[in-house]
């Protein structure tokens, strides 16, 4: 099953969310449809219903876990429930900029990699970096959040240039002129 908007509401209250992350996961599937639904105008082949359930319960984990577990907590949250495998994949691969196997096992992780792969991954992986709580910032500023914690830059940069090579723009440039276009 691949959640609704109400669908996945229901599932962020019966698993114990707060407004905040409620507020947080929302903004991060505004910015998701904006990507998904360039990708259709497009004509590229997109699953707008698994990127924006995706987007909207990626950081169900958090509920349980603060920190990088987050993401396969989610995603073990979501199984049980019996959602899609393509949304359990969103909400496992959405943080940081990807974990490597190797990474994985040093932080404590079940060792494979939790690369966002596919375009719906990506773009939620991405929409979540432009979205700190519940404001759409500039890319720029995870950069250099990124910075702070010595986390991997360049792979970050990689998230956001694939990104824009397969969706033929700019997807930062592209959010922030339909946020304006649309208020
Ligand atoms: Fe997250």
Redesign the pocket.
């Known amino acids: 099953m691949k959640p609704s908007e109400e669908e996945a509401l229901r599932l962020h209250r019966r698993h114990g969310s707060n407004d905040a992350i409620i507020r947080h996961c929302r903004t991060v599937a505004m910015v998701a449809a904006i990507l998904g639904e360039e990708f259709e105008r497009r004509g590229k082949e997109i699953d707008i219903k698994a990127t924006i359930a995706g987007a909207l319960l990626?950081?169900i984990g958090r509920n349980r876990v603060q920190t990088v577990r987050?993401?396969l907590e989610g995603s073990l949250i979501l199984e049980k429930e019996g959602i899609d495998e393509s949304v359990v994949q969103i909400v496992r691969r959405?943080?940081g900029a990807g974990i490597s196997a190797t990474e994985a096992k040093e932080l404590g992780l079940p060792e494979h990699d939790y690369f966002p792969r596919t375009r719906e991954q990506i773009i939620v992986c991405f929409a979540?970096k432009m979205v700190d709580a519940d404001i759409v910032r500039p890319f720029e500023e995870e950069v250099r959040r990124f910075e702070k914690k010595g986390h991997d830059v360049g792979r970050l940069m990689a998230l956001k240039r694939n990104l824009g090579a397969d969706l033929g723009t700019d997807p930062e440039a592209l959010v922030f002129d339909k946020i304006k276009g649309t208020s």
Do not use: E, F, L, S
Request: charged share 30%; aromatic share 0%.
């Open positions: 990626h950081d987050h993401g959405h943080v979540d």
